[in-house]
């Protein structure tokens, strides 16, 4: 069973940056898709970033030029590096990751973290 560890929230001014974490338990190699969703209150979940296997990644437009995945595959861990912070990026942001084997997709999610940006 693989688990996926968040880390990196917290309080932070609008304007300012934050860092989240997201170590897997096994192989980020193994996944198809790895990356952050956030859902703040009364909203529904959304994409945030992502990594697909073929390489590519994926922003939210809301985000675009202020957020920046990576990943540390000997470490087993992408990253969500968030600059410019506004009080609309206010959200629980939780990782994310997605495996198939034998064509059965199988998702994955972390316990999340709280990002509150203040005015």
């Known amino acids: 069973q693989v688990q996926l560890l968040e880390s990196g929230g917290g309080l932070v001014q609008a304007g300012g940056s934050l860092r989240l974490s997201c170590a897997a338990s096994g192989s980020i190699f193994s996944f198809n898709a790895m990356g952050w969703y956030r859902q703040a209150p009364g909203k529904q979940r959304e994409l945030v970033a992502a990594f697909t296997r073929g390489g590519s990644i994926n922003y939210a437009d809301s985000v675009k030029g202020r957020f920046t995945i990576s990943r540390d595959n000997a470490k087993n861990t992408v990253y969500l590096q968030m600059n410019s912070l506004k009080p609309e990026d206010t959200a629980v942001y939780s990782c994310?990751?997605?495996?198939?084997?034998?064509?059965?997709?199988?998702?994955?999610w972390g316990q999340g973290t709280q990002v509150t940006v203040s005015s």
């Open positions: 994310n990751a997605i495996e198939v084997r034998l064509g059965v997709p199988k998702t994955y």
